[in-house]
């Protein structure tokens, strides 16, 4: 019983979305090892608490930022605490369907940057064409407002307010 309970409390890592090839599957291997521990019996990485205090915070954006690459945007649900700087808070502001962030853009191309898989029929091989959903501005930039919740995930946001809530009542 007490090890059932104990697995229930484990947050596990999300396993690879494709089929690693040998060298893939080292890099995902050293790369998970550096927050999680094994368990042999239920064959699922778990998180570490004490690989996570003890790791140098960069260490484990960069860790995360590239395990992103193996098992996609749920790793960065499951690290958002560790992804975010809590002492900065960076300004922005819905405008329609888009949100204009007055920070750099550098810092956010990898979240932003989709791919798209096309197959070339004379190589005979798939091509994938990197796609960045924002747009610089002279202040920040912009990026589609559906994307506010990834961003989300790794700083904090000052937003102004959705809409101006007075008004009046009339009976």
């Given at each position: 019983?007490?090890?059932?309970?104990?697995?229930?409390?484990?947050?596990?890592?999300?396993?690879?979305?494709?089929?690693?090839?040998?060298?893939?599957?080292?890099?995902?291997?050293?790369?998970?090892?550096?927050?999680?521990?094994?368990?042999?019996?239920?064959k699922?990485?778990?998180?570490?608490?004490?690989?996570?205090?003890?790791?140098?915070?960069?260490?484990?954006?960069?860790?995360?930022?590239?395990?992103?690459?193996?098992?996609?945007?749920?790793?960065l649900?499951?690290?958002?605490?560790?992804?975010?700087?809590?002492?900065?808070?960076?300004h922005?502001?819905?405008?329609?369907?888009?949100?204009?962030?007055?920070?750099?853009?550098?810092?956010?191309?990898?979240?932003?940057?989709?791919?798209?898989?096309?197959?070339?029929?004379?190589?005979?091989?798939?091509?994938?064409?990197?796609?960045l959903?924002?747009?610089?501005?002279?202040?920040?930039?912009?990026?589609?407002?559906?994307?506010?919740?990834?961003?989300?995930?790794?700083?904090?946001?000052?937003?102004?307010?959705?809409?101006?809530?007075?008004?009046?009542?009339?009976?």
């Open positions: 019983m007490q090890n059932n309970f104990q697995s229930q409390n484990k947050i596990p890592i999300p396993q690879p979305k494709r089929f690693l090839a040998k060298e893939e599957f080292q890099e995902y291997l050293e790369l998970v090892k550096i927050i999680a521990n094994f368990d042999p019996e239920t699922r990485w778990y998180l570490n608490q004490r690989k996570l205090e003890i790791t140098n915070k960069d260490v484990i954006k960069e860790t995360i930022m590239k395990l992103k690459d193996y098992v996609g945007d749920e790793i649900n499951i690290l958002s605490d560790y992804l975010k700087d809590n002492n900065n808070t960076i922005a502001e819905f405008k329609g369907n888009y949100i204009t962030i007055f920070d750099d853009l550098e810092k956010y191309k990898d979240v932003l940057t989709y791919y798209i898989r096309t197959f070339d029929h004379v190589s005979g091989q798939y091509q994938e064409t990197p796609i959903l924002a747009w610089q501005r002279p202040n920040g930039f912009s990026t589609l407002r559906g994307l506010y919740w990834k961003l989300n995930n790794l700083v904090n946001f000052r937003v102004k307010p959705f809409a101006n809530l007075s008004f009046t009542i009339l009976l």
